[in-house]
């Protein structure tokens, strides 16, 4: 009878895991579709973010982002580029100048927008996760543009480990994402509507990186104002770093 009474109660529990297990999946489901409808609106129908040049903002960032690469391989062309998080594919378009382009992205129908503005690109729908399935340190330059603040702060160990992984040795790394230092002030004006927003500040980037075995090599950062009227924040960083 005990027997009895104890599978009962594992057929029991098996059970309750069975559900709990398909409710945590519906919810996971349901938070995917609303962060890839997020991302849709955001680079497909938004006109601010949605067009195949770079709005002000962006450009502001490209500026800073071309000096790097310009500072770095001034005397090397056709490099082989990862630009990860490419959105609808501006910055990729932009790299062109300077070798092979792969863009990656996690959402579909935003890789579909980018493929019909620029077709002569490389776009794949994925993440790092997938790009490594395919290759490792093939690439000489690595931009990951406004994706970290994006990974949760458990995640983002590795999410720079697998970079690291993709990156040649002696290959550089550009890191560009708001600052945790100003978060609490640019939030008093604009609030954060992103999926996932976990900011990091510059002092805990740097170690982030530098535990994977990267030199810091530049800091720069820019300020925009959070509403129109404002003062400006100086909201960015911008980093370049070499892989040793």
């Not at 630009?83 to 300077?98: F, M, P």
């Not at 996690?106 to 579909?112: C, E, I, K, M």
């Not at 790092?128 to 931009?143: E, M, P, V």
Request: aromatic share 12%; hydrophobic share 35%; proline share 3%.
């Amino acid at each position: 009878m005990g027997v009895q009474n104890y599978n009962n109660q594992n057929r029991g529990m098996k059970l309750i895991s069975k559900r709990i297990l398909r409710i945590f999946k519906r919810v996971l489901l349901r938070f995917r579709n609303s962060e890839n409808l997020y991302y849709e609106n955001l680079f497909i129908t938004n006109p601010k973010w949605n067009s195949k040049a770079p709005n002000d903002e962006e450009y502001k960032r490209w500026l800073i982002i071309q000096s790097f690469v310009e500072q770095t391989y001034y005397e090397q062309e056709n490099l082989q580029i990862l630009d990860i998080g490419c959105g609808r594919g501006w910055l990729s378009n932009l790299l062109t100048k300077y070798g092979n382009v792969t863009g990656v992205e996690p959402v579909r129908s935003v890789v579909g927008h980018a493929k019909k503005m620029f077709p002569h690109l490389n776009f794949i729908c994925g993440t790092t996760k997938t790009i490594l399935k395919k290759q490792q340190n093939k690439f000489d330059l690595i931009i990951a543009s406004e994706v970290i603040e994006h990974i949760s702060d458990n995640k983002k160990k590795e999410f720079v480990q697998e970079i690291a992984m993709l990156l040649k040795d002696k290959g550089y790394l550009i890191i560009t994402t708001p600052r945790k230092e100003v978060e609490q002030l640019w939030n008093s004006y604009s609030s954060q509507d992103q999926p996932i927003e976990d900011w990091i500040g510059e002092k805990e980037l740097v170690e982030l990186i530098s535990a994977e075995n990267f030199t810091t090599l530049k800091l720069e950062r820019f300020s925009i104002a959070p509403i129109e009227g404002a003062a400006e924040i100086l909201i960015y960083q911008l980093w370049l770093f070499q892989k040793k």
